[in-house]
Nanobody
Framework: QVKLVESGGGLVQAGGSLRLSCAAE????????MGWFRQAPGKEREFVGA????????EYADSVKGRFTISRDNAKNTVYLQMNSLKPEDTAVYYC?????????????????WGQGTQVTVSS
């Protein structure tokens, strides 16, 4: 079992920044694909970005490329989502998720574990 706990959400003005953290408890963290997703009211959960295991491979949704950065500290079992130049359309509940090394990182059903989510609200 892996328990994921997100933190760092909040209210920010457009153009501002936030950094979300996702702390993992349980099994070997470094081998997992760690993904970030978000879900706005009335919309489906969508892929934001992901990072794979010990090899530093990251990928992002087109909507956040150049603004969001994922990093991970395997020694601390923590993955981060740095969000810059935030827009009102970034408002959502943000979730981190953990899955196997070979998963299709953009597919929600491929992930085995999910955090409880943290609210991000961007005001215009």
């Amino acid at each position: 079992q892996v328990k994921l706990v997100e933190s760092g959400g909040g209210l920010v003005q457009a153009g501002g920044s936030l950094r979300l953290s996702c702390a993992a408890e349980g099994r070997t963290f470094s081998s997992y694909t760690m993904g970030w997703f978000r879900q706005a009211p009335g919309k489906e959960r969508e892929f934001v970005g992901a990072t794979r295991g010990n090899v530093i491979i990251t990928e992002y949704a087109d909507s956040v490329k150049g603004r969001f950065t994922i990093s991970r500290d395997n020694a601390k079992n923590t993955v981060y989502l740095q969000m810059n130049s935030l827009k009102p359309e970034d408002t959502a509940v943000y979730y981190c998720a953990a899955g196997g090394w070979r998963i299709s990182s953009q597919v929600t059903s491929q992930y085995d574990y999910w955090g409880q989510g943290t609210q991000v609200t961007v005001s215009s």
